[in-house]
């Protein structure tokens, strides 16, 4: 994807800017030449690759797989176009990309909410993250961020417990979908400390977003990369991170177990591939794929969306894939937490 790619790519698609910065950032990142990740020689791809974004634009998601596209597009010296692919958490595109031809030219931005949290949750998931994928490489890992507009006043997650247990409480979290991240760091929050905030699902970070900013919605569980911008403008506040550490791009805001929730697990950001795709053709995608996480300018951009990037081998990535579905399976028997 060359620059004009990249700003049609980022043309407003959702209905607050919090991905004004993100975007342009992107676009300013395309224009640069590429010297750690050069195209190779061979046949694929002969016709553009489709990048299948599971979730609405406008949210994190979305911007890292803009990125990773524009990227790829020139690692691979072809086009790489992102198509949204929204509803039921990230479901309805994942399996998408299952049934697709094994041929390389369709990929999917997979998330733990597609592949490691989903088969926990979705009692009749139209796919099976393991048999009808192979994991091209993880992308990037973190946390989400619990945030708060002007219907909540409390400066942390200490004040939003308190406020929670006082006789004849009723507040509500957000998050952008059922058997999201953000609704089980939702409920082990409610779990691990005794108090019951009310679960409403959106369809994306955008909506529940603009109900925090409205008033509408006392606080939220959003992805990092998305809601920066409204953090960083002072239209959310930011009370606590999930994960095993801070925030690089919040380095100020504690995280949920400093907070007193021991909730530690990261979220992350991988490419998948529909299983039978020729080896070949996942290894040229990996090399790419390594390569351009590679370079300090990308990650430096990860970094600016709160996202972290270790070199992972494939194989190493599908055993913890399998151990974080396990980890996430164990912490929806123990909230509790259900489709609604």
């Not at 016709?47 to 597009?73: N, Y």
């Not at 603009?210 to 009370?239: E, F, H, N, Q, Y």
């Not at 290894?283 to 070199?311: C, H, K, N, S, W």
Request: glycine content about 10%; aromatic content about 6%.
């Amino acid at each position: 994807m060359h620059l004009q790619a990249a700003r049609a790519a980022c043309a407003p698609a959702a209905s607050i800017p919090r991905t004004i910065g993100a975007c342009a950032m992107l676009i300013a990142f395309t224009a640069a030449p590429a010297h750690a990740a050069p195209a190779e020689s061979g046949k694929f791809p002969d016709r553009p690759i489709r990048l299948v974004v599971p979730f609405p634009p406008g949210g994190g998601t979305d911007v890292i797989g803009r990125l990773v596209a524009a990227r790829l597009s020139t690692a691979l010296g072809g086009t790489v176009l992102v198509e949204n692919v929204a509803g039921a958490t990230g479901t309805i595109g994942s399996a998408q990309v299952a049934r697709a031809a094994p041929d390389g030219y369709t990929l999917l931005l997979g998330i733990s909410a597609t592949h490691a949290i989903a088969p926990a949750i979705f009692p009749r998931l139209p796919y099976d993250p393991v048999r009808d994928f192979v994991p091209v490489g993880r992308l990037a890992y973190g946390g989400n961020v619990l945030v708060a507009g002007p219907a909540f006043t409390g400066k942390d997650l200490p004040a939003l417990i308190a406020q929670a247990r006082r006789p004849g409480a009723d507040l509500a979290y957000g998050s952008w979908g059922p058997g999201s991240g953000g609704h089980l760091a939702g409920e082990s929050l409610n779990v691990s400390s005794g108090i019951h905030l009310r679960h409403i699902p959106y369809k994306g970070v955008s909506p529940m977003l603009t109900d925090v900013m409205g008033g509408t919605l006392p606080v939220a569980m959003s992805d990092l990369a998305g809601t920066l911008p409204l953090i960083r403008s002072g239209k959310v506040r930011a009370l606590a991170v999930t994960g095993s550490e801070r925030s690089v791009a919040l380095p100020d805001v504690p995280t949920f177990a400093e907070s007193g929730v021991p909730f530690r697990i990261d979220s992350w950001f991988a490419l998948f591939a529909p299983t039978r795709t020729p080896a070949a053709i996942v290894d040229r995608l990996e090399r790419a794929v390594d390569a351009i996480m590679a370079e300090p300018a990308m990650q430096a951009q990860a970094a600016t969306l709160g996202m972290r990037f270790t070199p992972q081998p494939r194989a190493a990535f599908a055993a913890q894939m399998q151990q974080d579905i396990r980890a996430w399976a164990a912490l929806v028997k123990t909230s509790g937490a259900a489709l609604e």
